[in-house]
T-cell receptor, first 112, second 110 residues
């Protein structure tokens, strides 16, 4: 099994719908991150969490929310999806040093 | 200066060639630097970490120039399998997360 698992792998949703992307890890890492990747823009940080009670906004948090249900689980929600949230979303984990991220395989989200 | 800046390429080279990518960064306090490799539509994977002046791993060499705030990645004897996008990565100003460059695309042909 993968160290970092993201579900779903692909999703097409309609504008205005609520959608949740899930991430779970078996690395035992405390730190978890959500990034989105758009062509020409690279990876941009949405939210990050250093432990279950810690949630921090990243560069582009507007329109997103997160939940850290357990050390191993970190979910990303789009409360009301819009087309410009169409992107490839990655979850990542790291140990306390914050170095050497391990990424999940990504969720390709399309909002129509 | 942008937090992390890379030449997007593409770099098109024949097998066996030596190719170098440069990356500049703005946070002069950064102590750690990374190169990640990303294949098309796949997740980024750590290629090399750089904590001092440089690091070497087989055909790959990363060098750090703190005075000029740039990092380079040198690939010797390029293989077809080296074709990918290479991401330059540095910590953000707060040291709480990593900032990824937009990537440099390498295409190695036979």
């Amino acid at each position: 099994d993968a160290d970092v698992t993201q579900t779903p792998r692909n999703r097409i949703t309609k504008t205005g719908k609520r959608i949740m992307l899930e991430c779970s890890q078996t690395k035992g890492h405390d730190r978890m991150y959500w990034y989105r990747q758009d062509p020409g823009l690279g990876l941009r940080l949405i939210y990050y969490s250093f432990d279950v009670k810690d949630i921090n906004k990243g560069e582009i948090s507007d329109g997103y929310s997160v939940s850290r249900q357990a050390q191993a689980k970190f979910s990303l929600s789009l409360e009301s999806a819009i087309p410009n949230q169409t992107a490839l979303y990655f979850c990542a984990t790291s140990d306390w040093t914050g170095d050497g991220y391990t990424f999940g395989s990504g969720t390709r989200l399309t909002v129509v | 200066r942008k937090e992390v800046e890379q030449d997007p390429g593409p770099f098109n080279v024949p097998e066996g060639a030596t190719v170098a990518f440069n990356c500049t960064y703005s946070n002069s306090a950064s102590q750690s630097f990374f190169w990640y490799r990303q294949d098309c539509r796949k997740e980024p994977k750590l290629l090399m970490s750089v904590y001092s002046s440089g690091n070497e791993d087989g055909r790959f060499t990363a060098q750090l120039n703190r005075a000029s705030q740039y990092i380079s990645l040198l690939i010797r004897d390029s293989k077809l399998s080296d074709s990918a996008t290479y991401l330059c990565v540095v910590p953000n100003q707060a040291g709480t997360a990593l900032i990824f460059g937009k990537g440099t695309t390498l295409s190695v042909s036979s």
